[in-house]
Antibody, heavy 121, light 106 residues
Framework: QVQLVESGGGVVQPGRSLRLSCAAS????????MHWVRQAPGKGLEWVAV????????FYADSVKGRFTISRDNSKNTLYLQMNSLTTEDTAVYYC??????????????WGQGTLVTVSS | EIVMTQSPATLSVSPGERATLSCRAS??????LAWYQQKPGQAPRLLIY???TRATGIPARFSGSGSGTEFTLTISSLQSEDFAVYYC?????????FGQGTKLEI
């Protein structure tokens, strides 16, 4: 069965960095684009970044552009999110999510359990 | 940029009753719309995709309808496990656009 397991969250001071990982199993990881989606406490879902299956294409939300970097290692079936210059606004649960192509569009068919990032002094 | 607007923000319904949740897109998204359910402390779960197709394992009491800019998620007879937050979502040019969510409460 498909599993996505995030790790790397924790408490970090403003201005510092953190790297999240998402270990994938149960599907051909190298064939799918992958996303990071976050959710601040008590708030809705906010898309963060996407990476194509072959790492050629990467896109970011304006709120993280220039500070966050998405990457993947298909040999390790792992997705990453390098987060630099963190602010309190980045405090959230971070989910990795797999998309499924249906017709001409995509849907999130599997999500990880999330990892909590708390930015606080 | 496409904006997805859900209404109401909170819906109070009794178990066994019918719940109707709405989602409006700022421009036509054809039938490219999904609904997700999220319970406290859990990740979102795909319920409906392509506006009206139930995802694997989703009970028949969940149904989706609509196209263009107006969409509806209907839960025909609410069970206790259905009380959660529901999000609609459209996907375009590599990125998803989520609604702000509707909290379905008892």
């Amino acid at each position: 069965q498909v599993q996505l397991v995030e790790s790397g969250g924790g408490v970090v001071q403003p201005g510092r960095s953190l790297r999240l990982s998402c270990a994938a199993s149960g599907f051909t990881f190298s064939s799918y684009a992958m996303h990071w989606v976050r959710q601040a406490p008590g708030k809705g879902l906010e898309w963060v970044a996407v990476i194509s299956y072959d790492e050629r294409d990467k896109f970011y939300a304006d709120s993280v552009k220039g500070r966050f970097t998405i990457s993947r290692d298909n040999s390790k079936n792992t997705l990453y999110l390098q987060m630099n210059s963190l602010t309190t606004e980045d405090t959230a649960v971070y989910y990795c999510a797999k998309v499924r192509l249906v017709g001409a569009t995509y849907y999130f068919d599997y999500w990880g359990q999330g990892t909590l990032v708390t930015v606080s002094s | 940029e496409i904006v997805m607007t859900q209404s109401p923000a909170t819906l109070s319904v009794s178990p066994g009753e019918r719940a109707t949740l709405s989602c409006r897109a700022s421009q036509s998204v054809s039938s490219n719309l999904a609904w997700y359910q999220q319970k406290p402390g859990q990740a979102p779960r795909l319920l409906i995709y392509a506006a009206s197709t139930r995802a694997t394992g989703i009970p028949a009491r969940f149904s989706g309808s609509g196209s263009g800019t107006e969409f509806t998620l209907t839960i025909s007879s609410l069970q206790s496990e259905d009380f959660a937050v529901y999000y609609c979502q459209h996907y375009n040019n590599w990125r998803p656009f989520f609604g702000q969510g509707t909290k379905l409460e008892i």
